[in-house]
């Protein structure tokens, strides 16, 4: 028993922030990752919702393909192949390793579903209300800017948060093209070793545990803030 | 065909992709029950049953499933003590017999990993089960009862269909999430499709050949299953109303 924690203990460092040689890594790395992705990807998500409601057929169909065909495969296979085109080389004089690789199929698989979200949250904006707004002499731009993107967003929280849990732990499958995040940095610790085979089960019980208060502590608190949110605009509403 | 791709090459891949669907359509029923299971229980009066239920899924929801997958088929085995443990998980009459059932060499890996996709996937059904339960007007389950229902009977027979008719959208994004999530178990030794396109690549060197073939496979496969699903969607509405609400 002793040794077990002993292990863990010595290797917890490792795990949390990565190898001495290696950081950042480990739990930080995967939420550096995932958040950045999902981030980027929201960015990218409201782009690719606004082409699906597009005047333009052809942007519709290229925004619609687009999401269509990252959420029909899965995302270690997106990884792999990706890599097998930015990983192996330089494209714009940039090289890109396997954390880049990574980081950008993330931001692309986490976009294809927030724009399912964000076009559904458009799509429940009240046409009068934009209507209103153009009628008010507001051009296109300030109507999407200062009404459609505030209020969808609003009304979309959470599906966006449980999305970006499913990001956050979907991050684990990075292992298979080596970046070095708790995933990985778990199998390194363990390593071909025959004689760490006593460790493996507390050690992923342990990682488990670390990905589960992230994603159980992300999805708590936006519930709380949703709620609080909730009540205060009921609060306006009866006033 | 080019000519690096040889019969015996399409005989290795032809095989994962039929692990691939039965392993989908495996842990398609397994996880639905299970998720079943857990939202009727989180429902229950039982404050106990409730707990439990609640406990389960917020666990198996809220870690990857890829840890999970490694959990169970690398990391369980060494409890048992390095002498007994090829007896215990490898080589006895029952995993001899799953062997040549299922024609593949490691059989325990393939159950571990069908145990931990179902408890994955099972854990988020029941979340999309039970706000479908949740949005079924009491009225109707009162109407039930009045009519002389127990609360058994009101729940299995009103709550429950009407709920999953309700849930169903969210029901087909979580399996084709789950048909995607299939793609893992190469990680723990079950030669699924990918897995096997993956061996493909290190004997042929074709890796962006291949694997654009991957990604359409299962672009094809997420399609058809959702096809499929979607029907049995259709089945669920058949005789009721054609704006698919439920009447109070």
Same mark, same amino acid.
């Given at each position: 028993m002793s040794d077990q924690l002993n292990f863990l203990w010595r290797q917890l460092p490792n795990l949390l922030w990565g190898f001495p040689n290696n950081r950042p890594g480990g739990l930080v790395l995967s939420i550096l990752l995932s958040g950045g992705a999902i981030a980027l990807g929201l960015v990218l998500a409201i782009g690719l919702a606004f082409a699906q409601h597009s005047e333009r057929s052809w942007l519709r169909l290229l925004a619609g393909r687009f999401v269509w065909a990252v959420r029909g495969v899965p995302l270690i296979v997106l990884l792999v192949l990706l890599f097998q085109y930015l990983g192996t080389g330089t494209i714009l004089g940039i090289e890109f390793s396997a954390f880049w690789s990574a980081f950008i199929t993330l931001t692309l698989y986490s976009a294809a579903y927030q724009a399912d979200i964000v076009h559904g949250g458009i799509a429940a904006v009240p046409q009068q209300l934009r209507d209103d707004a153009r009628v008010l002499g507001a051009s296109r731009l300030t109507v999407a800017r200062t009404i459609t993107v505030p209020y969808s967003l609003r009304t979309m929280r959470p599906a966006l948060v449980t999305q970006a849990v499913t990001i956050f732990k979907d991050s684990s499958v990075v292992v298979v093209l080596g970046v070095t995040d708790l995933t990985t940095n778990a199998r390194i610790a363990l +390593? +071909?070793?025959? +004689?760490?085979a006593p460790f493996w089960v507390a050690t992923y019980l342990l990682v488990g545990f670390l990905y589960w208060c992230v994603a159980f502590g992300i999805a708590r608190f936006a519930e709380r803030q949703i709620r609080h949110n909730a009540s205060v605009v009921g609060r306006a509403y009866l006033s | 065909m080019p000519d690096w791709l040889t019969p015996e090459l399409t005989g290795e891949i032809a095989r994962g992709v039929v692990v691939t669907v039965a392993l989908t359509l495996i842990t398609t029923v397994s996880s639905f029950c299970v998720g079943l299971v857990a939202a009727l229980g989180r429902r229950s009066g039982r404050r106990w049953t409730a707990r439990a239920a609640g406990t389960f899924v917020e666990i198996f929801r809220n870690v990857p499933a890829l840890i999970l997958l490694i959990f169970l088929?690398?990391?369980? @085995?060494?409890?048992? @003590?390095q002498s007994s443990r090829p007896k215990v998980f490898f080589r006895n009459a029952f995993w001899d017999f799953l062997g040549d059932l299922t024609?593949? @060499?490691?059989p325990y890996y393939a159950v571990a990993a069908i145990v931990a996709l179902s408890c994955n996937t099972g854990a988020h059904l029941a979340e999309v089960l039970r706000s479908g339960f949740d949005a079924v007007p009491q009225s109707r389950i009162d109407a039930a009862r009045s009519l002389g229902a127990s609360v058994r009977a009101a729940s299995l027979s009103v709550m429950v269909p009407d709920g999953l008719r309700i849930a169903f959208p969210g029901v087909i994004n979580r399996l084709i999430h789950n048909l995607k999530n299939t793609a893992l178990v190469g990680f723990v030794a079950v030669p699924d499709a990918f897995q096997e396109i993956q061996g493909a690549i290190t004997k042929t060197f074709q890796a962006s050949q291949l694997l654009i073939a991957a990604a359409l496979l299962y672009l094809v496969l997420a399609t058809v299953f959702e096809f499929v699903l979607g029907r049995i969607e259709a089945a669920l509405w058949r005789g009721r109303p054609i704006d698919r609400t439920i009447d109070v």
């Open positions: +390593g +071909g070793d025959v +004689g760490n | 088929a690398f990391a369980v @085995p060494n409890i048992v @003590p024609t593949l @060499p490691l």
